[in-house]
């Protein structure tokens, strides 16, 4: 039986992951759970998993839990406790805390386990080198969550992780669906409500990442995943819009052969494939994937659409893409910069279409600096936090 700690275990991410386990308590158990302040959820997952260890990052809402646990739980409170958590022994650890915020524990992590199942995108897009060199000086397998570079890991050769990609194929791409906004005219953006943006048409996802989703910012984040996870250079990443969210990503090859890895939008997909591997997850019988939307069995049978992007209907992502071939700090400070205008977008300080004005500001002004450890990130993350801000307050 596998031992798992769950980083992030009340967000959307974790709660699959817990749904994954739930189907396979013969397999796993649940050694830890961790989350920054929601103690609600977290004391019910205790209740039901019984872990041995759980941490809460904010001691006020830390405080108020420990209390209710038992003799059989120690709890972890605030950022020291967060990377004593972290150095937990385990087989599995499910890295799922967002932001920027995850790269720490990350990064002492991957000295205590043998896998990471990684949701968080902004640890690799601000530190990926950083990040791959710890995981194979300690020998740490790495597996993505993300269902676009979950599928790529599907789809691309086992030689291809391993070594430098060889030149049987083309190019890969990955999909977008447009988010909540695809259908939208650009004149239009200006007006768009909240609730408009987080309706998103295919997934159920975390607010940041559905705003993401629509400014194509979450994809440009995809590309520098990709490049990182198999050593690809950019000139052979793509993007295409498919609105259904059914293919995940395609592999094109020289004799235009083309390799397509499909599967319902759900997160328990992926997360199972980390899990189990080299096994596969049985879902026959199993709740986590409903009879409405496994894709073969449908009664009314599903259909595939595939669009070139216009990429200049999505000036974050043409800028993001700029900045990931710079390979310097400008990847750090946007990833703060669209972190920052989410926030304030949420609570409905500015327009939707302030993201991409902020985004642009920042990227035409920001002071070019090479990243060469973690107190470089952490130095101009929190420059791009201070000089977003400064900014939005203008507005």
């Not at 400070?333 to 279409?353: H, P, Q, S």
Request: aromatic share 10%.
């Amino acid at each position: 039986m596998k031992k798992i700690i769950i980083f992030g275990s009340t967000g959307s991410i974790g709660k699959n992951a817990l749904q994954v386990v739930r189907q396979s308590r013969e397999k796993f158990k649940i050694l830890g759970l961790s989350t920054n302040g929601d103690v609600k959820t977290l004391y019910k997952q205790i209740k039901e998993f019984s872990p041995k260890y759980v941490c809460v990052r904010n001691e006020n809402a830390a405080n108020a839990i420990k209390c209710e646990l038992g003799k059989n739980c120690k709890l972890f409170k605030g950022d020291i406790g967060l990377e004593e958590f972290s150095k937990l022994e385990s087989d599995i650890s499910v890295m799922a805390i967002s932001g920027v915020a995850c790269l720490r524990p990350l990064l002492v992590n991957i000295r205590h386990t043998k896998r990471i199942a990684l949701a968080n995108k902004e640890s690799l897009v601000t530190a990926g080198e950083l990040v791959f060199n710890e995981a194979k000086r300690f020998n740490t397998e790495i597996f993505p969550i993300d269902s676009e570079i979950n599928a790529l890991f599907q789809l691309l050769p086992v030689t291809n992780r391993e070594s430098k990609l060889n030149d049987s194929f083309r190019k890969i791409y990955l999909t977008a669906s447009g988010g909540a906004l695809a259908d939208y005219k650009k004149q239009d953006l200006d007006k768009v409500s909240v609730k408009q943006v987080l309706n998103h048409p295919t997934w159920k996802m975390g607010k940041r990442i559905t705003v993401d989703s629509a400014t194509l910012m979450n994809k440009g984040f995809e590309v520098i995943e990709s490049h990182y996870f198999f050593d690809i250079p950019y000139d052979k990443i793509d993007i295409v819009i498919h609105k259904e969210s059914v293919v995940h990503a395609l592999v094109e090859y020289k004799d235009e052969t083309i390799f397509a890895c499909m599967y319902p939008p759900n997160m328990c997909i992926p997360i199972s494939f980390a899990l189990y591997y080299p096994e596969r997850f049985n879902c026959e019988g199993k709740s986590l994937i409903s009879k409405r939307t496994r894709l073969l069995k449908n009664k009314n049978g599903f259909s595939c659409s595939f669009y070139p992007i216009k990429y200049n209907k999505y000036p974050i992502l043409k800028i993001i893409l700029q900045s990931a071939r710079k390979k310097d700090n400008s990847l750090v400070v946007l990833n703060a910069c669209d972190e920052i205008a989410i926030d304030y977008f949420l609570k409905n300080k500015i327009k939707f279409t302030d993201i991409t004005r902020v985004i642009k500001f920042i990227f035409n002004r920001y002071p070019s600096s090479k990243i060469t450890d973690i107190n470089d990130v952490f130095y101009w993350d929190d420059w791009g936090r201070i000089k977003t801000k400064e900014y939005l307050n203008k507005l």
